[in-house]
C-alpha cells in the first residue's frame, strides 16, 4: 500500500488497516507493506499485489482503493485480479519511464532498513570504503556526467572535486532538501520512499571530499519524509553505516536535520547555510563559493536529494554506466512532478533527451476533458512557459535554455486553453515578490513593481506604456539582484511574453 503523503491524503491508511483485518487467517502467506511512492498520484490510494520477489512492474495494480474494496482484493491474491480496481501496470505511464532515482519507490518499506539492504542498499558505500580510494569515487561521480539536480546543473563531479582539494579539516556536506517551487514535489517523494538512498549518497559524499558532518535542511512542513529521515539515521546509526567508524572502518559521518520555517529564499545555498548557523536565511554574494568557505567558513559541499539519490548506483553500476543513459550533455534521468492540467498527475522518472510530447502526451496521458494543451511551466519560479510549438524539443539542460527556461529541480505544470498566460506571470511574479528576502533592492522593489504592472495588465487596466516600463523592469531586475531568486523572477514574464504576446494585447486592447 503506497504510505507516500499524497497517497495518504486520499486515504490510504485506512485502506492499509482494512487490508491488515481482511489478512485474517491468511496472515502466515500474505503480508500487507506500506512502501513509498508508486508514482501514479492522481490514482490513488494504490495498492500493489506482489509475489515476494518481484517488481512493482510485475505485480498486480489496483488504483481509488477504498477499505470496502480489502476483503475483495484479499480474496483475490491467489486467485484472478479484482478487474474493476486494475491499473495496467504496462501502460505508457509506467512502461516509458526509467528508474533510477525511483528504483525503490513503491516497492520497499521506507522505515525498513533491512528492506532497503534486501534491494542493494549500501551496496555502494561499501563498495566505495572496502575497495575504492576517495579519488577513485570523485573518478567515477566526474565519468558519470551527472549534474546537480537542484536547477543549475553544476558538473557535480568538479563541485565534489574542489571540496576535496581543499586542505584537510573540518568540512560539511549538506543535502539541500528545501524543495519550495509551486508544483514541485520530487525531493518530498524520494525522501518519503527512500531515505536510505539520500543518507548513502551523503555518505559517500562524505568520503569522497573528506567530510565528517552533514546536515539535511528539509522544509518543516514535509513532516512524513522529516519523520522517515529520522527513522532512517536512527537505524543506519544502529546498523553502523553512520556515525563514528562507519562500517569498521576509519571513516566517521554524522548527519543532523535542520528544519527549514518555508522561506523559499533558503533554498538557495548561501542563505541555507545561514540558517543552519543559526542566522536570518539571506542570500550573501558569492565569491566565495561554499566549497572553498561555507558553512561556519569550512569548505562544504551542497547538493540536493535528487543528486545524492543518483550517488549509490553510480557507485555500484560505474560512471560509465550512468553516462550511456541520456544525452550528450546531460547524462542520466530525471525526476518530474508532473501537476496541473493533465491526466496522470504524479511522479515520473525518465530519461534526459525524453521530449516534453512523450513526457505530456504519452506518460502524462494528454489534457483531461477533452481541452486542448496551451503550455506546460518548468523551473518553477525561475522557469518558463513552453508552448505546443515547441513540445518535441528534447528535455535537457541546454535546450530548455533555448527556449527561455530551465530544467529546476522538476516540477512540470501543465496548462490547457481556459489558463490565461498573463494570470500565470502575475501569479510567479506574486510569488517572488512574497518569497523575496529583501536584501537587494532590485529584487525587494522590483518584484513590487512588477507585480503591480502585471496586476493592473490582468485586470485590463494597463497601458502599452506600462508594458513597456515591465520589459525594462525585468531586464533591470534580471541584471542587478544578488541571488537567483531575483535574477530568474522575470523569467516567467518574459516567456509569456516571447510566446503568448497576444494574449497581453487583447487585455491592453480591453484596456485602451
Ligand atoms: Fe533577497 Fe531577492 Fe536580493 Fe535574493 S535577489 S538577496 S531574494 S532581495
Excluded at 561521480?141 to 543549475?152: A, D, I, M, N, Q
Excluded at 496548462?415 to 498566460?421: G, K, L
Excluded at 502599452?464 to 530568474?488: F, I, R
Aim: aromatic share 6%.
Amino acid at each position: 500500500v503506497c504510505v507516500a503523503a499524497s497517497c495518504q491524503s486520499s486515504g490510504s491508511l485506512a485502506v492499509m488497516e482494512a487490508l491488515e483485518d481482511a489478512c485474517g487467517d491468511g496472515k502466515g502467506t500474505c503480508r500487507v507493506k506500506g512502501v513509498g511512492c508508486m508514482g501514479l498520484c492522481s490514482a490513488g490510494p494504490l495498492v500493489s499485489i506482489a509475489d515476494k520477489d518481484c517488481s512493482l512492474d510485475e505485480s498486480v495494480l489496483y488504483r481509488d482503493v477504498t477499505p470496502a474494496d480489502a476483503p475483495e482484493i484479499m480474496g483475490s491474491v491467489c486467485g484472478s485480479p479484482v478487474e474493476r480496481l486494475r491499473c495496467p501496470t504496462d501502460q505508457p505511464f509506467f512502461a516509458r519511464q526509467h528508474k533510477i532515482v525511483l528504483e525503490n519507490s513503491g516497492f520497499i518499506d521506507p522505515d525498513s532498513f533491512k528492506g532497503y539492504v534486501a534491494v542493494g542498499g549500501y551496496a555502494g558505500m561499501v563498495r566505495a570504503l572496502s575497495e575504492m580510494t576517495p579519488a577513485d569515487v570523485l573518478r567515477e561521480v566526474t565519468t558519470s556526467g551527472l549534474r546537480g539536480r537542484g536547477g543549475g546543473g553544476y558538473p557535480t563531479g568538479l563541485k565534489w572535486s574542489t571540496v576535496a582539494k581543499m586542505p584537510a579539516g573540518q568540512k560539511y556536506v549538506i543535502c539541500n532538501a528545501d524543495e519550495g517551487d509551486p508544483g514541485a514535489f520530487m525531493d518530498r517523494a524520494v525522501l518519503e520512499s527512500d531515505p536510505h538512498r539520500v543518507l548513502e549518497g551523503m555518505a559517500i559524499a562524505a568520503y569522497a571530499v573528506g567530510a565528517n558532518k552533514g546536515y539535511i535542511y528539509v522544509r518543516a512542513e514535509y513532516p512524513l519524509a522529516v519523520e522517515r529521515l529520522q527513522t532512517a539515521i536512527r537505524k543506519a546509526k544502529r546498523a553502523g553505516f553512520l556515525g563514528s567508524k562507519v562500517a569498521d572502518t576509519q571513516f566517521s559521518f554524522e548527519v543532523e536535520i535542520r528544519l527549514g520555517a518555508g522561506a523559499f529564499v533558503c533554498g538557495e545555498e548561501t542563505a541555507l547555510m545561514a540558517s543552519i548557523e543559526g542566522l536570518r536565511g539571506q542570500p550573501r554574494p558569492r565569491p566565495p563559493y561554499p566549497a572553498e568557505s561555507g558553512l561556519w567558513g569550512c569548505p562544504t559541499l551542497i547538493n540536493n536529494v535528487e543528486t545524492f539519490a543518483n550517488i549509490a548506483p553510480i557507485v555500484r553500476e560505474g560512471g560509465d554506466w550512468f553516462a550511456s543513459i541520456g544525452t550528450e550533455r546531460s547524462k542520466g534521468t530525471k525526476v518530474f512532478a508532473l501537476a496541473g492540467k493533465i491526466r496522470n498527475t504524479g511522479l515520473i522518472e525518465v530519461p534526459m533527451g525524453t521530449s516534453l510530447r512523450d513526457i505530456i502526451e504519452i506518460i502524462g496521458g494528454g489534457i483531461p476533458d477533452g481541452k486542448a494543451f496551451k503550455a506546460v511551466q518548468t523551473g518553477g519560479p525561475s522557469g518558463g512557459c513552453i508552448p505546443e510549438a515547441h513540445l518535441d524539443i528534447p528535455v535537457d539542460y541546454d535546450s530548455l535554455k533555448t527556449l527561455g527556461t530551465m530544467m529546476g529541480s522538476g516540477g512540470m505544470i501543465v496548462m490547457d486553453e481556459t489558463s490565461s498566460m498573463v494570470d500565470v506571470a502575475r501569479y510567479f511574479m506574486e510569488f517572488c515578490m512574497t518569497e523575496s528576502c529583501g536584501k537587494c533592492i532590485p529584487c525587494r522593489t522590483g518584484t513590487w513593481q512588477m507585480h503591480g504592472l502585471l496586476d493592473a495588465i490582468a485586470k485590463a487596466q494597463g497601458t502599452h506604456a506600462d508594458l513597456a516600463l515591465l520589459e525594462e523592469l525585468c531586464e533591470v531586475v534580471q541584471a542587478t539582484s544578488l541571488c537567483g531568486l531575483g535574477q530568474t523572477a522575470p523569467n516567467p514574464v518574459l516567456s509569456t511574453l516571447r510566446y503568448f504576446r497576444d494574449e497581453y494585447e487583447e487585455k491592453l486592447q480591453r484596456a485602451e
